[in-house]
């Protein structure tokens, strides 16, 4: 029984291509009902956004992701504020990081290279980060200081 077991498991991971092609799949997570919404000189812009607010989340990302909408993004949430440091290293889309603070303002807007292992560390203390598309931050008129509204940075900004 164990032979055949063993036997089973050796097939699943040639046909499925083992543990590593699993890992290479893009982690899609839900859409959050709330939109997160940046106020801009220009006017409101609204985003659907996923949640990365776990370790394992965050560690993955967007990684592998070859495409996403123009008004979508992923918020990466953190217990608490400081300079954080990000690597497209898996990555094969442009982004846009938007570090932004406890109080909901965007402190740093960094693009990201596709595939880079470079690190993304702006002198900026943030409790989140937000990406999206890279130009997207230019194209929606976000700019350092503007703020972001959603109510997982509202509940942080409101405790401040």
């Known amino acids: 029984m164990r032979h055949v077991i063993s036997f089973l498991l050796s097939l699943a991971f040639m046909v499925g291509g083992g543990p590593m092609a699993w890992a290479q799949e ?3 997570l839900p859409t959050h009902p709330e939109p997160l919404l940046a106020e801009t000189a220009a006017g409101e812009r609204s985003f659907t956004i996923e949640i990365a607010d776990t370790a394992e989340k965050r560690a993955r990302g967007l990684m592998f992701r070859r495409s996403m ?14 300079n954080r440091s990000f690597w497209m290293k898996d990555t094969p889309m442009p982004l846009d990081l938007l570090f932004v603070g406890e109080d909901g303002s965007v402190r740093a807007i960094e693009r990201g290279e596709p595939l ?11 409790q989140f980060v937000l990406e999206l ?10 700019e350092v200081g503007d703020r972001l509204r959603h109510p997982l940075i509202d509940a942080v900004a409101q405790n401040d």
């Open 116 to 126: 880079s292992t470079d690190g993304i560390a702006p002198d900026a203390r943030a």
């Open 133 to 142: 598309k890279a130009g997207t931050a230019q194209r929606t008129g976000i």
């Open 26 to 28: 893009p982690m899609l």
């Open 69 to 82: 909408g123009d008004d979508h993004g992923m918020l990466f949430v953190f217990e608490e504020s400081r």
